[in-house]
């Protein structure tokens, strides 16, 4: 998923953008209402991860000027406001769901996958020039002949069929990949695309590397 965090606090903000980015989504922050409401105005978000208590215009009435332009992307509300008041009041608006501060890691994470199956079907599948793909069962098949993947190349294939169109940096994956085990170095991040592109170029796409910038995946179809 593309995902907006909107936080002012440094610390809280580095921390759950690390979490999010290694479990494979690509993130953007903000630390203002107004900032956040202009990156929400001209750019696609699958999610916001929306704090309320903001410098400017608060995390409300960002929320409700995303709602009133009829966006669909899904929002999930973190505020150190307990009130039942305030839930219903961010509910009401139009948010997905509402965490308070403190809150877990676990749960947090829980949270964004509970969202993240909202907005892919456990069913779901993609048809990718002659490249099929079950996100459910983890399966991908090229001109309907099953092609097996490693773990690790499996979750490069997933990040990079989210971000059609754009460049992604050795870092972002190394990040994106590093619950796997260790953080990849860049030598081992060429190896994965490699060996990834040598199973499902055959079928049309295409992993391209972007001299000095990473890779950029392409299909003739996207």
Partial sequence: MR??????????????????TRAGHAVDHATTGKYADRLLAEQAFDLVVLDIGL????????????????STTM??????????????HGLDLGAEDYLTKPFSVSEFEARVRA?????VPP?????????????????????DRPVELTPREWALLELLITHPGRVLSKEQIADSLAGLDDQLTANA??????????????????IRTVRGFGYLWEAADE
């Fill in 3 to 20: 995902i907006l965090v909107v936080e002012d606090d440094a610390l809280l903000a580095e921390g759950l953008i690390k979490l999010l």
């Fill in 55 to 70: 410098p400017d215009i608060d995390g409300f009435e960002v929320l409700r000027r995303l709602r009133e332009r009829h």
């Fill in 75 to 88: 929002v999930l509300v973190l505020t150190a406001r307990d009130a039942v008041e305030d839930r219903v």
């Fill in 115 to 119: 969202l993240q199956r909202r907005l």
């Fill in 123 to 143: 069913a779901a599948k993609r048809l990718v020039s002659g490249l099929s793909i079950d996100v459910a069962a983890k399966r991908v098949r090229a001109h």
């Fill in 189 to 206: 991040i060429e190896v994965h695309v490699s060996r990834l592109r040598t199973k499902i170029e055959p079928a049309g796409v295409h």
